[in-house]
């Protein structure tokens, strides 16, 4: 399986916005790059997903390197309810085999 | 409220008991996943049904029996357990990735917290 790696923690201030990077180098052509978050006891819930170009949803947007071997995905402007562990996972279409990291830990400053 | 109820949210059971989880989804969905998620640890994937039918089992112990009888419920039955056992475990829904392609989002319940003494 294709593995992500992240920093296991960041921290930023409140209002400002965050770039939480994932590196993927051993990525395939068809894994899709999806971005999860887990705020405290809660089960995680889905934030934005891409395959090479960048997009933006309600919550947040996603910077995907030409390449594809890094992604960034971008809290526009972070608030207290964002603090949260943030998973970066490959999808591999039509496999419902969904393997999360450790994710990073964002702490937010108020 | 995400569309996937997860009962009990709290459980403490003795190592000689057992007892069951219970998770339902109102969500239409095809999939239904059971995690576990250790104390500092990654959340582990346990066990994949797509239509009913089990696709995974991630080497998981036997004294974990899941059983889906249909797309809307899935249960995870406990027996024997170990202290070790006592984790947070996840429950999921998704459309099945054969249908819903790559963008299958997952859909998580709050969890049933386990303790095993």
């Known amino acids: 399986d294709a593995k992500t790696t992240q920093p296991n923690s960041m921290e930023s201030n409140e209002e400002e916005p965050v770039h939480l990077p994932c590196n993927h180098s051993?990525?395939?052509?068809?894994?899709?790059i999806h971005w999860y978050r887990q705020l405290p006891s809660q089960g995680p819930e889905y934030v934005i997903h891409g395959l090479t170009s960048n997009v933006n949803n309600r919550m947040a947007s996603l910077a995907i390197a030409e390449d594809r071997k890094s992604s960034t995905l971008i809290l526009h402007r972070a608030t207290l309810r964002d603090a949260a562990v943030y998973y970066c996972i490959l999808r591999v279409p039509r496999d419902d085999k969904i393997i999360f990291g450790k994710g990073t830990r964002l702490h937010i400053l108020p | 409220e995400t569309g996937v109820t997860q009962t009990p949210r709290h459980l403490v059971m003795g190592m000689t008991n057992k007892k069951s989880l219970k998770c339902e989804q109102h969500?239409?969905?095809?999939?239904m996943y059971w995690y576990k998620q250790s104390a500092k640890k990654p959340l582990e994937l346990m066990f994949v049904?797509?239509?009913?039918?089990?696709?995974e089992n991630n080497s998981v112990p036997s004294r974990f029996s899941p059983e889906c009888p249909n797309s809307s419920h899935l249960f995870l039955h406990l027996h024997t357990l170990q202290p070790e056992d006592s984790a947070l475990y996840l429950c999921a829904s998704s459309q099945a990735p054969g249908l819903a392609g790559p963008t299958g989002e997952l859909f998580f319940g709050e969890g049933s917290r386990l303790t095993v003494l």
């Open positions: 969500l239409g969905h095809n999939a």
């Open positions: 051993t990525i395939s052509g068809t894994d899709y």
């Open positions: 049904y797509n239509f009913k039918e089990q696709t």
